[in-house]
């Protein structure tokens, strides 16, 4: 999953907090732009998170996606006070798309009912 970061975003949340901005979202354009730890990133961010998107590339043989433990993410997310809605995504070209956002959502699905 890709939790997307622009590079002014955690300087940013500073002021958006003495603003009280109501729309904060998290944007990803090229691989720059990430935090490095996507971990500590979106837990700094939490407490303006309304919506991810949970993106999946590659999965291992247990279902799991590669690149980003679902369920490490999820229990950071966990702090997210307003979240609502998670999109799915899926990216890959080694299984069929839709097969792709079926075992994404399933990732999700096992993070949050832990």
Same mark, same amino acid.
């Given at each position: 999953?890709? &939790?997307?970061?622009?590079? !002014? ?19 990803? /354009? @090229?691989?720059?732009? $990430? ?23 590659? $999965? @291992? ?6 690149? &980003? ?7 950071? &997310?966990?702090? !997210?006070?307003?979240?609502? $809605? !998670?999109?799915?995504?899926? $990216?890959? @070209?080694?299984?069929? /798309? ?8 399933? &990732?999700?699905?096992? !993070?949050?009912? /832990?």
């Amino acid at each position: 999953m890709l &939790l997307e970061i622009e590079k !002014a975003t955690i300087q940013a949340t500073e002021k958006k907090k003495s603003q009280k901005h109501k729309a904060f979202r998290t944007i990803e /354009r @090229n691989p720059d732009t $990430f935090y490095p730890d996507p971990y500590k990133g979106i837990e700094l961010l939490s407490p303006y998170i309304r919506a991810v998107s949970a993106k999946s590339e590659d $999965f @291992n043989k247990d279902g799991e996606e590669t690149s &980003l433990s679902y369920q490490r993410m999820f229990e950071v &997310l966990k702090k !997210a006070p307003q979240l609502e $809605f !998670a999109g799915v995504e899926y $990216f890959g @070209n080694v299984i069929p /798309r839709s097969e792709g956002v079926v075992k994404t959502k399933a &990732l999700i699905e096992k !993070a949050i009912q /832990r």
